[in-house]
Each structure stands twice: as structure tokens, then as C-alpha cells.
């Protein structure tokens, strides 16, 4: 919880820069005051709200998240290299939800980040790890080449970067992660419709509650 809290305090501004359509770079001032982002480093490197335009979300998310991964999985080995990727992801969720985009550079942050340490881990899980990343990866590539674009090709690499990391932790994780993934999905879906609100859904949030869940739950 405490590093979640420490960490997470540095979240907001990175966030709000970064939630910006694709193609555009990232913003160089408040939205609301106007007032520009200072340049180089100190222009991300802020503890509290981005601006006046922005909250403290993704910080409030960081501290929740890094309080479940240290009460849930306990004093293993494995547990710096999630609370260390939980910052990509709850950054990558937090730019998904505000404007359907998932940053490669986060995503390859959030594969290459945790893969390596737990793949010196656990050296004998690379093969299971990898199958589990190529299987969903193809899987959720054929999906987004069907009419309709049911996913984007953000959700198709974080998808298999998830199953990837959740492989170190065996199949039935990658299972439980990608299930409850659809499920958090159908849930919103399924309620959009019903209240006449239909419009496109962020995917990568429900995929990175999903690896959570499976993470957590095996």
C-alpha cells in the first residue's frame, strides 16, 4: 500500500500528457488553464494532480492495486516485479479510458519489465510463458481482423503481453485472467446497451483487472 501510495503520487501528470489521440504527441499544456508543462523531466516528474484540469485517479489506483498484490500473493519473490509493473499498467488503463489508446511503449515497458526479472525467476516457465502469449496473441489478432474490429491492435499486443507475464504463473492464471477479462467486458457492454449508451468500450482496462484477478486467484 505504501509503495502503491509513493509511487502512484507521480502517476497523474504522466497520465493526463499521455491521454491523447493517436498519432499526437503528448500535451504540452493544461487543458484548462493553459498553463504550459515545464520541459524536460520536470515536466513529468510532479507528485499531486497533473493540473487543474486532472485528478488523482491513477494514484488512487496504484495505492489499491499495490495493497492487493502484497496482501494476495504475500512475501514472494515474484511480488517487486508486480508491484513494479502495476505502474505501466495502471497507466495504460488510465489512457485507454480516457481515449481508446494503448501506448506500445508502455505495453513493451509492461512485457519486457516484468518477463525478464520473472523469467530469471522462473527459468523453467519461459516455454509455457511464451506458448501463452503466442496462443492468445494470434487468438485476439484473428479477432481483429474480422469485420467490426471487435479489438484494436493495442488490445491485441497487451492481451498477449498479459497472457505472457500470467504464463510464468501457469495456464490456469492465463485462463482465470483472460475469462474474467470478458467477463468485466460483456458486464459493460451489456450495460451500455440496456440504458441506450452503445459507443466503443476500452478494452485494456478490463484485460489489466483481468491479469490482476489471475494473478491473485491461483
Known amino acids: 500500500m505504501l509503495f502503491g501510495a509513493a509511487a502512484g503520487a507521480f502517476l497523474p501528470?504522466?497520465?493526463?500528457?499521455?491521454?491523447?489521440?493517436?498519432?499526437?504527441?503528448?500535451?504540452?499544456?493544461?487543458?484548462?488553464?493553459d498553463r504550459p508543462f515545464p520541459p524536460g523531466a520536470a515536466g513529468w516528474v510532479h507528485a499531486g494532480p497533473a493540473c487543474c484540469a486532472s485528478g488523482i485517479g491513477p494514484a488512487v489506483t496504484l495505492s489499491v492495486v499495490g495493497g492487493l498484490l502484497a496482501v494476495?500473493?504475500?512475501?514472494?519473490?515474484?511480488l517487486p516485479v508486480h508491484l513494479l509493473a502495476a505502474i505501466p499498467g495502471v497507466l495504460l488503463a488510465a489512457i485507454d479510458l480516457g481515449c481508446l489508446r494503448l501506448p506500445d511503449r508502455l505495453v513493451g515497458t509492461l512485457a519486457l519489465g516484468a518477463g525478464t526479472p520473472l523469467a530469471l525467476l522462473a527459468p523453467g516457465r519461459i516455454g509455457p510463458a511464451l506458448a501463452a502469449g503466442t496462443l492468445v496473441g494470434a487468438g485476439y489478432l484473428a479477432i481483429a481482423m474480422l469485420p467490426g474490429r471487435g479489438l484494436g491492435l493495442g488490445d491485441v499486443k497487451l492481451?498477449?503481453?498479459?497472457a505472457f507475464l500470467l504464463g510464468f504463473a501457469g495456464w490456469p492464471a492465463v485462463a482465470v485472467g483472460l475469462g474474467t477479462a470478458h467477463l468485466l467486458n460483456g458486464a459493460v457492454a451489456t450495460w451500455l446497451l440496456v440504458r441506450g449508451r452503445a459507443r466503443p468500450i476500452p478494452f485494456g482496462p478490463a484485460l489489466l483487472a483481468g491479469a490482476l484477478a489471475g494473478l491473485t486467484a491461483v
Do not use: N, S, W
Not at 72 to 78: N, S
Open 159 to 162: 492481451g498477449a503481453a498479459l
Open 72 to 78: 494476495l500473493l504475500g512475501p514472494v519473490p515474484q
Open 13 to 33: 501528470r504522466v497520465a493526463y500528457r499521455l491521454t491523447v489521440p493517436f498519432g499526437e504527441p503528448a500535451r504540452p499544456a493544461c487543458a484548462r488553464c
